[in-house]
């Protein structure tokens, strides 16, 4: 989509912050700080609970950063802006990483205490044969603490809460654990529940009498139960950033640099842009570059994804945190810090993890009034049972099961830990999701527009044959056409030329180079006048063969260029160059089929040449001959047919068409104008990765939805179920951890998530890491399925 100028503009004058935000503990947290925040002029917050985020757009004029985190803190949280990350800084990865293992061993240390001193407790009140003469006395020492201490961050986040006139999910849980626990002390000191003529003393009087029931099994229990739930959700939060973390961790932490002559081994945040370094067998490449001298192979699977090492030689790109398997190289420094390609990557899902998909709405609405609506429900269940005679007991048992058992915790997380995984998944295996909202248009294609050259095709000219007229060497049509064109700058030239070269090594020197534009070259190579191109920059006085022309047209028809080649007043051969599909887009088109969808090769090479292409490959829908300026009409003529289209590209010229698609995507190997204008991007540049990205996202969006439906579906029955009295708070209070648990589990199952363009596999569930040894030492990299 294009903007007006005036609205670039204002784009352009827009700030961005992230705020990492404490004390969140339920998604009714961050529903009232995105409230509060999104009624400041000039504000559009999103606050993610899973991430514990918050971004903020804003404009300067009307309100500024210390506003927006003044805004968070008059709520009740902390907030603080998220430092920029250097990919070089392990333990900055994230930021509150410290934060969230502080919280863990919290969370540990309550768990273990509330149930050693939870379990004799809940035992005595479940098994008669336990209960001996004044066990309730026992039960109130050892659940006292539980309720006090065990139960406390509760308790604390509801009284801030109440301070601001709120409510949240730690509200429902305080208010039912002390009213079991007021309940319980009001049964054994005023009704009567330990022994008769207890009376508010503690002269104990013998009798078989019972009072009251007390609830101490409860408000000990539940408090355990939800701790534990708490602390399994915050461990599966953090294991659902792993991915994230991982990418971070992968930067070298120092670098040998060269001052002159002498080699000088510095801290890797210590280098610039046009430093110089070295990069010995096994090292991580330090930043990104380019090779100056030497030649390796560089094992660049962390990225891409892909176990085959890449060969690399002067002139030739690099990126950091890449290995380096082979060679010595010297290596210029062309992006540090933030700039580089795997701190841009890191970027990018993480700002994919802190949006929301279109699914999450809906949910963020619920949990806005969800833990009012419950308080009300509670109070109704109280007042109703009361009303129909039922007994105080049965009345206090059913309202306490309604607020211990309604959980809005399940349903912020449904969205949030999904894209956590998903698309840190994607990260590992080199598919990178820009937000939230592309996993619903992955959903909706139907049809997948796919650019030609250097997407469906290696986007490099190769001689693929040699055709020798009668009574001629072949061996003296390459190599005499390749020394001619080893002068020229065109692609077919070069590709004869580096055919040439790759078979005699060392060519003839060229004399009287002469280029025509548009037909081919001419030139004086050991004595001999030698022409090459097209069959026009022959003149009559050339003699060509009738088997060459045979073969001419062959070659065309197979959408191949056919070059002609002569010297001495005859044409001698042809040498037939072609820009051949990718080894894998035929396995790619398949795969993109099974998903659906209706692929289109869209060109701007001739009809004959298109249809070979896409002969080879499986693809039955042509577009040929677009100028570049017409592929954004080729995809609105699409979609005004009814299609949701999808569009991978490469190059510049694609940009335009990658925006208007309903869904871009990008190969890595392509220009940052076309990566920037898209909504996924393959790092590998293997068209597979098109299909794997698109399961990915489509399983990503699945597993939302079916959290959102098990959150839905769980507080629809259970609130209606306690409230009429057919739920124990206890067991209540097991189901309401479970749902959270359950939710984030369901979510880490994408760490299963199997890419069709990786080589290599590994045991599910396994972070990137490599390991390097010695100086010349062996270097593997392990990237998870």
């Known amino acids: 989509m294009t903007l007006a ?76 802006p998220r430092e920029s990350r250097k990919v070089d800084d392990a333990t900055d990865a994230p930021d509150h990483s410290d934060d969230t293992a502080d919280l863990l061993r919290d969370l540990r240390r309550r ?97 078989a009498h019972r009072g009251p029931e007390i609830y101490l099994e409860v408000a000990s229990g539940v408090t355990t139960l939800i701790l534990l739930g708490r602390y399994f959700e915050a461990r599966a939060k953090r294991r659902s950033g792993e991915a994230i973390r991982a ?125 009012p609506s419950v308080i009300l429900i509670a109070l109704g269940t109280l007042a109703f049972w009361l009303a129909t005679g039922a007994g105080a007991t049965q009345a206090f048992t059913a309202a306490v099961a309604v607020l211990i058992i309604a959980c809005p915790c399940a349903l912020g997380l449904a969205t949030p830990t999904a894209l956590l995984v998903g698309t840190g998944r994607g990260a590992q295996l080199g598919l990178l999701i820009r937000g939230p909202e592309v996993l619903e248009s992955t959903r909706k294609v139907d049809t997948i527009v796919l650019d030609k050259t250097g997407t469906v095709t290696t986007g490099r000219m190769t001689v693929v044959q040699v055709i020798a007229a009668t009574g001629e060497n072949d061996h003296d049509i390459v190599r005499l056409a390749g020394a001619l064109e080893s002068a020229s700058e065109h692609p077919i030239g070069r590709a004869i030329s ?28 050991e004595g001999h006048t030698v022409a090459v191109g097209r069959e026009q920059l022959f003149d009559a006085s050339f003699l060509v063969p009738a088997e060459l022309d045979a073969a001419r047209r062959a070659a065309e028809d197979a959408g191949r260029t056919p070059v002609f080649v002569g010297w001495d007043g005859k044409v001698r051969g042809i040498v037939v160059v072609a820009d051949t599909p990718k080894p894998t887009s035929r396995e790619a088109i398949t795969a993109l089929k099974r998903l659906g969808l209706r692929p289109v090769l869209l060109t701007g090479d001739n009809a004959r040449t298109a249809h070979a292409v896409a002969a080879q490959v499986g693809i039955a829908d042509v577009i040929s001959e677009v100028l570049p300026a017409d592929k954004v009409e080729v995809i609105k ?57 698109i399961r990915l996202s489509r399983r990503t969006l699945r ?83």
């Open 111 to 207: 768990v273990l205490v509330s149930a050693i001193l939870s379990l004799p407790v809940v035992a005595m009140a479940m098994v008669p044969a336990l209960q001996f003469r004044f066990w309730q006395w026992l039960s109130l020492t050892l659940a006292a603490p539980v309720v006090v201490w065990g139960a406390w961050p509760f308790h604390r986040a509801a009284a801030l809460n109440l301070r601001h006139r709120a409510a949240t999910m730690d509200t429902l849980i305080s208010v039912g654990v002390l009213a079991a626990f007021g309940w319980s002390l009001w049964a054994l000191f005023a009704g009567g529940a330990g022994e008769p003529g207890v009376r508010m003393t503690f002269e104990l009087v013998a009798s």
């Open 637 to 693: 003529r699409l979609q005004n047919e009814g299609h949701v289209v999808a569009m991978v590209g490469d190059g510049v010229n694609d940009a335009a068409a990658l925006a208007q698609a309903d869904l871009g995507l990008a190969i890595g190997t392509g220009t940052d104008v076309a990566i920037e204008a898209s909504d996924l991007t393959l790092v590998s540049g293997d068209l597979r990765g098109a299909a794997d990205a």
């Open 247 to 371: 990418l971070l961790e992968l930067g070298a932490k120092e670098v040998t640099v060269l001052r002159g002559d002498v080699e000088v081994r510095l801290p890797v945040d210590q280098l610039a842009v046009g430093d110089i370094f070295v990069v010995r067998p096994g090292e991580k490449i330090a930043t990104d570059g380019v090779v100056l001298e030497g030649t390796s192979a560089v094992d660049a699977s962390m990225l891409t994804g892909e176990a085959v090492p890449v060969e690399v030689g002067p002139g030739d790109d690099v990126v950091g945190a890449t290995i380096n398997a082979g060679g010595r190289l010297v290596v210029r420094a062309t992006k540090v810090g933030a700039d580089t390609a795997l701190a841009q990557i890191a970027e990018l899902v993480r700002a994919a993890q802190s949006g929301k998909a279109p699914v999450q709405r809906l949910a963020d609405r619920v949990s806005a009034v969800f833990v």
């Open 498 to 525: 580096t055919a040439a070269a790759e078979k005699f090594g060392t060519l003839p020197t060229v004399e009287s180079f002469t280029n025509n534009a548009g037909l081919g070259v001419k030139g004086v190579v």
């Open 703 to 785: 597993t939302i939805k079916s959290n959102l439906a098990w959150a839905f579906a769980y507080n629809v029955a259970a609130i209606p179920l306690a409230a009429a009295g057919l739920l124990n708070p206890l067991i209540a209070g097991a189901a309401m951890a479970f749902s959270s648990v359950s939710v984030v589990a369901n979510s880490l199952r994408l760490r299963r998530f199997t890419a069709l363009h990786t080589a290599t596999a590994a045991s599910p569930g396994t972070n990137i890491s490599h390991q390097a040894t010695g100086a010349a030492g062996s270097v593997t990299a392990n990237v998870a399925p």
């Open 5 to 80: 100028t005036s609205d670039q503009e204002a784009l352009s004058r827009r700030g961005r912050i992230e705020l990492a935000v404490g004390g969140m503990t339920c998604a009714s947290c961050a529903a009232r700080i995105e409230k509060k925040l999104n009624r400041l002029d000039g504000v559009e917050a999103t606050v993610n609970f899973a991430t514990e985020t918050a971004t903020v757009d804003y404009d300067p004029a009307t309100v500024d950063a210390a506003d927006i985190v003044a805004a968070v803190e008059e709520v009740g949280y902390t907030a603080r």
